[in-house]
Each structure stands twice: as C-alpha cells, then as structure tokens.
C-alpha cells in the first residue's frame, strides 16, 4: 500500500527538520532528479549536506520508508520506490503556508455552512442570482421538443449558444465566429483546455500579482514555471512585464482584464496597446480571462479586441453572473487552434453538457440575464459605496476604487497581517479573503479582498474589528 | 503569428519525404531534444542522416520557417524558434493513418447529420434513452424548492447524488462510502483527474488491445507511454500482462471490467484474481472504468471489488445509459487519495455541475432508471440476438457472444480491411468502426464494432455488403 501518503503526514512535519529533509528528497524524486531505483544519498552525506543532524535525517529516511518513497536494502542503503507515491498538487509548486495556500480559500467557502459569512468568497449568494429565472428555464428546455436531452453535443456545443456568444463579443469589439468558439464546462475548464493546448511542461508563465488564486493552483497542475508581474491601477507594470519577457521567454500571460481579480483595476488603454506590441515582439501568446465582462456598465479595453485574435484566446463563463450550478463557458481563438482544441475537449472531457448550454441559451434568448444584469449592477454599484464606506470606517485604505463589478482590494492598517486576520475571524464564522492567497510573490500580506455582495452584515465589520484587535496586541506582544 | 500550423499542413506533408524531414525536427522539437534557441543540424548533415536529397532537406526547412517553428538567420543557418507551435494531439504519439486515428470515429459519429447511419457509434440513439424520463426530472428539480440552482456545488459533489452511487456499487460488492466518491463531469472527465492525480509525464500505461480508443487519445494527452496487452474473451493475456509489467513498470493499468468495449467480452473471476495478485506485486494501480454495468443483468466480477478500493480506482458514469446530455461521473478510491483529487478537480474545473447532479439523482430515487434499465435490457437482448445474425449472413465472425451490452466484435471475412469498408460506406452515409481505431498494435484490421441499439435498419448491411464487395474488388486489383 505503499502508494499514497495521507496529506496530513506532510502538514504535520512540515517546518520541521525532519520535514525539510524530506521535503527535499520528495522534490528530487517530483523532479526527477532521483529516478525510481535510483540510489538515495547516504544518511552521511544528507547530515553533512543539509546541516542537520544523523538522528533528523534519520527520522525522514523512516518515515519516508513506512510512506513507501524509498526503500531500504540491507547493507546497501536507500533507493527510490518503484513508484513514487502520486503527488498532491500543493507538492507541484513552491510550499506555501498551508493556511493561505491559493487552494485554502476556495475549500473555506464551498464548505462552509449557511451560518458562515463569506466577504472573502469569490461569488454573489444565491439571493443575488436569477435563481427563479434558471427555473423557469429548467421547466421550458424540459417542455421544448426542440431540446435534445439524451445525446452527446456537437463537439462545438450549441451551435445557437456560440452564435449568442459571438454577438455578445463583437458587442465588446471582439471578431469572433461562431466557428471559432468552443464552449466548456466553465471557466476554469476552458482555461484548463487552453493550458493543455499551449503549454508544455516546465514551460513559464505570466501572471498578475495578485491575481485570480485559482490560475496558480491551475498552472500547477500543468507544471509550468509562474512568474508574477506587479499590477499597477492601469494594468500589468510594463518595465517589470518586459524584463520577464527576455528573463523568463514565458509561453502565455494569462490575465483578467475587463475587472481584474481581486483588485478590481481596469486596464488602461496605452497599457493594452503597449502590452500586445511587447507580446508580438516576443512570441508571448496571451490568455484573457474574461468572466466578469458582464459586470461593466460600459466595456473597458479587451486585449482580444485589440489583437482581433491573433495572439489573444478569450474566455469566458456564466458562472459569476447567472449560475454556477450549471457549469457553462467558452473560448474564442484564433481559426486554426479550434480543431486541435476540440481534439483536447473529446480525449479529455468528452464534451461538455447539452442540458446546461440549452438552459443557459434559453436565459440569454428570453430576456431574463439582460434584466438580471441591470438589477445586479445596480445592487453591487450600491453595495460597492457602502462597502468601501464601513472600510475607511474600520481603518483600511481601498487601493483603487472599482469601476464596477463585485470586489474590492483593501490594506490593513498598522501593518497587519491578513492572514492573521482570516485565521481569528474563521472562529467566529467569518472567511475573509487575506491577500497572499492572491500573490505568488506572497507581497500582499497586509490586504484582503472583499466581495461587495456578501458584505452587508453588521457581523462582517464586527468581526473584522475583533481580528485586528486581536492582531494589534499579538504583534505588541511579539 | 508564426505559433500555429494548420492541421491540413501536417497532413498534406504526412507520408512525402519532405514530410519525413519535418516530422523528424517536429519531434526533436516536441521532446525537448532540440530546445527552443538550439542550432537545427544543417541541411548537409541532415541530407546525409536521412538518406533524402538536399532539394528535400531545404523545402522541409524552408516549411518550417514558414510555419514558424524554425528561424534562419543569414550566414548562420536555422533555429528553433523561441516559441515552437502548439502541439496537435495526434503530434503527441505515434502518427496513425489520420482516417482510422481514435478521433477520427468519435468526430464522425458526434458531427453526422440525421440521416447518418452510426453502427459504429458508441453511444444508443436518443429513441433508447429515456429522454421523457429526463424532461420529467428537469420539471421537478426547477419546482423542488431544495434545489440549489445558483451556487457552486460542495467540492466532493451532490451528497445525495454519493449516497445513491454508494449503495449501487455496494449491489456489485464495492464498498465505498459516500465519503470516498467524488462527482466528475461524466466517465472522462472522471479518467482524466486519475491520471492527473496518478501520472507525471513519460509514464508508462498498460491498457486492453483493443479497448475503448478514446483511452488512448487521453493518455496521449497526459504524455503516458502506452503499452497494449491482447484480450481475450475472459480478461487481459496475463502472460503478455505478466511480461508487460517486467519490462516497462507502468504506472496505471486502466480497463473495463464488466462488459469490455469494444469486444463485450467478460472477466473472469480466476483471471481478475490473478491479475490483482500481479498488481500487487508489481506496485500497479488500476483503473477500473465501469461504464458499462448498468448493461448487465447479472454483475460480473469486478476488480475494485475483489481488491477493496486498495489498488484499485473505479470511475462510472450515467451517459450510456441515461443521458450523455447531462454530463455526470464519478471516482471510488481509497480515503486518503480523495481530499488531493478534490484540490485537483477544484484547480482545473472549480467542481462539477449541482444541476445535472440534481436531475441524475432524481432519475435514480424516482424509479424512472430503474424502470429504463430493464426495458433497456431486453431491447439490447433483442437486438443483439438480430445483429449477431444477420452479420453472419453477411459473412462475419463474431469473436465472443456478449453477455449483455450493446458491442459485438466481428471479424470480415477474406482478409479484407476495415478501414477500406469505413472509409467506402462513409461515402454511404453509414459510420462504421474499424478495428484498429481500438488497437493501439494496430491488429484489429479484419475487426469491426457493430453496436447493436444503431443496427436495426436493413441500409447498415446494404452498405455493409457494398463495401465489403468494393473492398474485395480493389484487393483483387491491387
């Protein structure tokens, strides 16, 4: 059974000695550095090497026995299992403090129970959605004839979805024919796909620090090299941005850039154009995650509306803004990435629902997402005031006021730290959203992301006081 | 916009000579041989490496730079450019004739039109599913006021939805509690985070020759080396197997157990027995897909069952027997490979859909499955009994008399070829399913999948016959 290593084994020794002991090995053995059958380096060499102790390195050869990474052979020392144990994603990319790890966020707030308040969740409640309008578009899709309910999609999917969608972009200046739009399962799938397509392992790429936390986790998991650039209010820091460019020959940047995530800038124009010249120059194709386009009153710049495709893939999703329980996005790409992308989508997904695409053409076609959006901008622009307001209130500086959209990116004041934060407020059932989740360079320790749609309880504000009130006299006391 | 090449590109080169010198420096290229940067061998040494002339040598180069894989530079030969093209699933593994590839089949069958003919086709018309059943459920779930059709669903998927899943695979002996199944977006999807969770790339996977072709498409996409084991009418040759897993240690052996497709061939206790026992010695996990169990009226043996979810990881799904519309599948594996799947499900795809979890758990508690499942049966049973003879009419053999299911194997007589019968009645409006889209030795070139539920009009053996006389007619020829 030596196969599996339960996580919470890694959690206990980590940040000990014998856990960075191990730590190192498991990572020669990830990279393959030390192939299996490969011979361990002796306990000796390990002590003088690490500058630990014989008794330290010694505990780790153990417990790295009984997990079943290496063996021991009498007399001729330790080798590496024939089959290292499968590896936990948190394995694939530099450990981070477990508690603020990207994936730490999102597993708080989709377990949490009604009782939890969630301002750092990254999605409206279901009161804020057209939960009533998915109903009714549930009984007419099932009363349709029309509605193929058994069988596989079209590779494509819903051919009268992507037309939806290509007026929906060229609305946004984006050029793009049905032909050349494929749906997915989401958001995260059409990104997952894009990744597959373009990236090879080890392969480098871009992000906005901070950025949306799932795009690490997910690049993780295609074991690809992340390297952030700093986001300045009018997008990316374009010196910085550069000299990644010649540093790193990144294969992709991927970006949110209507509303970015979790700041809530908008890209500026110049920074755009500038921004499409330098990604021409060095071959650097760009991914613009555009999920919350549906938030804007009216639409900020799109890289992919700027580059007509070339060098831009643009996707997207309903799952912020309509419903999440049915899982429904999209890519557009340039014409001749289409085909390669749908082989992708068969071998690895088989293609995405009928059901959910159909419910989701039938709430874009009956008017129910247009009058759901407007009645939604208005709440959010109304809770965004407020929010922002009760914020300077309790001490904390807004870093840029959102144009529109549902979050809000705030520095702590006194030097807190966020993470501090959201550990004492998650006692009182509270998930706040501390800014290192989003930062690759772990550089945001003083922020939280606040999402404007889940702040309107008392609670929130009382409970962010007690966390930093609780935080001031720790930090005195340190 | 040097990053792609048109797939038409690589085909139309496929087979020439210049085509040979191109995929030659593509591979180098795609295996990291010849990095992005590197000097390409000059066209002399190349000229005598390949035995080709150096006209051939020049216009492969001369493509190249077209394409933008490679750059010239003047007075110092070519390069690899900094961003080599994306890579096409078919460029991940061996070139197999385009027209029999495992794509080829499942775009065939997934883009004809309505008066196609798919005896090939691995699904059942939408005539066989029980669509009415389905707009039923839809109905109740858009009127049940517990339905949660807005939010994001818990990270394992809907608990009900895992309970139901855990007394079914309990009726076939797997005991798996609820909290050791995670939801997926239907069977591949189901597949494709095992082996992202199981494999790092240039892995080795055994798998059934012939068995269901897209598992080969998949594991090219997770960059496996695959290793194909003959079946036999009662499991996998274990003496083949047995050598398999002295010479290439893979990692994952990945199968259907209960009917296999494409042959509806059935397990036997002994052979499952043995092959656990050569698992277990030789570290291998396997994948047991259990698509196909609803199909049967007596459950066959069962590996997951026979092993405890130990070594064995058992993924199903819904979309063969109740709606490939509504994507919904499932992982049973050992308690502590869950919470790191789950991270890996969230990172890639944010979780599965609530709402075609919803509509499958209502077909499963409203008896609608139940009552389906046994007409189903008997209509298959039917069907079968009239495909197995009318194709020995036409001359076939048939290779095993399923227990159940929909797929009978059959050999052509007279050593005709499959894919000469597939690519004639296509001409037809008829799909049929050559054997060596299954055959990953490409062996199967007399074989043919007929699935019974696609065979019932009498077109499917005119063309049948009319290829079969257009093929005997070319070989005579020829």
Chains 1, 2 share one sequence.
């Not at 919470?8 to 980590?14: D, G, L, M, N, P």
């Not at 009498?74 to 990319?93: C, E, I, Q, T, W």
């Not at 790409?333 to 053409?361: C, M, Y």
Request: glycine share 8%.
């Amino acid at each position: 059974m030596g196969e599996s290593e339960p996580k919470q084994a890694i959690e206990r020794t980590q940040g000990t000695r014998v856990g960075t002991v191990m730590g190192n090995l498991r990572e020669r053995i990830a990279s393959r550095s030390l192939m299996p059958g490969a011979r361990v380096p002796s306990i000796r060499v390990m002590t003088e090497a690490l500058g630990v102790s014989k008794s330290t390195v010694v505990e780790a050869y153990d417990r790295l026995v009984a997990q079943g990474v290496i063996v021991a052979r009498r007399g001729s020392g330790f080798f590496v299992s024939g089959h290292a144990p499968p590896l936990a994603l948190a394995d694939l990319g530099p450990r981070l403090d477990r508690e603020v790890d990207p994936l730490w966020l999102t597993r708080q707030s989709l377990q949490a129970g009604s009782k939890v308040l969630k301002p750092g969740c990254g999605w409206m409640p279901a009161s804020w959605l057209p939960e009533d309008g998915v109903r009714r578009a549930l009984r007419a899709v099932a009363r349709d004839p029309q509605s193929s309910l058994a069988e596989y999609s079209n590779p494509y999917g819903l051919p009268a979805l992507r037309q939806q969608l290509a007026w929906r972009l060229a609305q946004h200046g984006v050029e793009a024919p049905p032909e050349q739009i494929v749906l997915t399962d989401g958001g995260t799938h059409a990104l997952d796909l894009v990744c597959r397509f373009l990236l090879e392992p080890g392969d480098t790429v871009l992000i906005d620090d901070p950025c949306y936390f799932n795009f690490q986790a997910l690049l993780r998991a295609h074991r690809a090299r992340i390297v952030g650039v700093p986001y300045t209010p009018s997008g990316p820091d374009l010196v910085v941005f550069e000299r990644a460019l010649i540093e790193h020959r990144p294969r992709l940047y991927v970006t949110n850039s209507a509303i970015h995530n979790p700041t809530g800038a908008t890209l500026a124009p110049a920074v755009a154009h500038r921004l499409l010249k330098l990604a021409g120059e060095h071959g650097l194709i760009v991914v613009e995650d555009d999920i919350f386009a549906d938030f804007e009153d009216e639409a900020a710049p799109r890289l992919a509306a700027f580059d007509g495709l070339s060098r831009v893939v643009s996707i997207g999703s309903f799952s912020k803004t309509l419903s999440a329980a049915a899982r429904c996005g999209y890519i557009a790409a340039r014409a001749e990435w289409i085909e390669p992308l749908i082989d992708l989508k068969l071998a690895t997904s088989f293609g995405n629902g009928q059901l959910t695409a159909s419910v989701v053409h039938r709430l874009l076609v009956d008017g129910t997402y247009r009058r759901h959006l407007e009645s939604m901008r208005a709440k959010l622009a109304d809770a965004m005031g407020e929010t922002m307001r009760r914020l300077g209130y309790a001490g904390l500086d807004v870093w840029t006021r959102p144009r529109a959209g549902m979050f809000v990116w705030a520095r702590l004041p006194d030097s807190l730290d966020a993470a501090d934060i959201a550990r004492h407020a998650l006692g009182a059932n509270v998930v706040f959203a501390p800014g290192n989740v989003f930062s690759v360079s772990q550089s945001a320790t003083g922020y939280l992301r606040f999402n404007v749609s889940q702040c309107n309880r008392p609670k929130v504000y009382e409970a962010l006081q007690r966390a930093m009130e609780n935080a001031a006299v720790v930090s005195e006391r340190a």
